[in-house]
């Protein structure tokens, strides 16, 4: 229990530093979108959306997600259509053009971590193959704590 809970405490010092090392070098390169903007983007990338849906997956305000839909909305990113299933519900669908600016950010971003992974010796790499599956599982399964 003592390792899990120092794993922990040092994830979460990570994360922080992490985030600005991507903004700080993201903010260095020409781009069209913020780092939050390139989420909101790839969340609707697969299939049409509901603002509702992205404000609750990001845990943001249902105003943070209308205002940050409708800048990706004004950039020709995305755009609002009518749904099938119910013609009072509007989705958000990405455009050609979001998924092309998609791909390209989400790239810049890529290499990012890559010039810094590189760093990193061949064992600790190893370590990482390793651990990020573990973690992914954890993490992406939603709270299934027990209380």
Do not use: C, Y
């Amino acid at each position: 229990m003592q390792d899990t809970r120092r794993l922990a405490t040092e994830l979460l010092q990570l994360l922080p530093d992490l985030k600005n090392m991507l903004i700080r070098k993201f903010d260095g390169h020409e781009r069209q979108l913020t780092l939050i903007q390139l989420g909101a983007l790839g969340f609707f990338l697969n299939e049409p959306r509901t603002i509702s849906e992205l404000a609750t997956a990001r845990q943001i305000s249902l105003q943070t997600a209308s205002e940050m839909v409708g800048n990706l909305a004004d950039q020709g990113l995305v755009e609002r259509i009518r749904s099938v299933d119910d013609r009072r519900k509007w989705m958000v669908q990405v455009t050609d053009t979001g998924t092309t600016t998609f791909h390209q950010e989400n790239t810049l971003v890529a290499d990012i971590v890559t010039s810094q992974l590189t760093r990193l010796s061949d064992d600790e790499v190893a370590a990482l193959h390793i651990a990020l599956p573990a973690l992914h599982r954890i993490f992406s399964e939603g709270d299934h704590s027990q209380s």
